[in-house]
Nanobody, 118 residues
Framework: QVQLVESGGGSVQAGGSLRLSCAASGYYEFCTGGMSWYRQGPGKEREFVSRINGAGSTSYADSVKGRFTISQDNPKNTVYLQMNSLKPEDTAMYYC???????????WGQGTQVTVSS
């Protein structure tokens, strides 16, 4: 199994910053496809936020480009999401996800709550 643990969420005012962390443990060596961040706001479907692969290539949803930065610390099996210029619409539960070659192939963390007030 693979365990993902998110941390770093909290409540901030609009314009503020937070840094989320996702720490992987277990058989993470079987997960070579990189790590993604998703979020689910109140009454909304879960949506893609950002992704980083093993080589360090990144991608972002249009809604967060220029404000969020994803990075990784490979020795620590940890991925970060630096979130700047936060907006109320960024309020959501943030989840990290990875895909692996071991069942059940997709692993999610438990989520960390981000609340941005205007």
């Amino acid at each position: 199994q693979v365990q993902l643990v998110e941390s770093g969420g909290g409540s901030v005012q609009a314009g503020g910053s937070l840094r989320l962390s996702c720490a992987a443990s277990g058989y993470y060596e079987f997960c070579t496809g990189g790590m993604s961040w998703y979020r689910q706001g109140p009454g909304k479907e879960r949506e893609f936020v950002s992704r980083i692969n093993g080589a360090g290539s990144t991608s972002y949803a249009d809604s967060v480009k220029g404000r969020f930065t994803i990075s990784q610390d490979n020795p620590k099996n940890t991925v970060y999401l630096q979130m700047n210029s936060l907006k109320p619409e960024d309020t959501a539960m943030y989840y990290c996800k990875t895909t692996c070659t071991i069942s059940p192939y997709t692993f999610w963390g438990q989520g960390t709550q981000v609340t941005v007030s205007s």
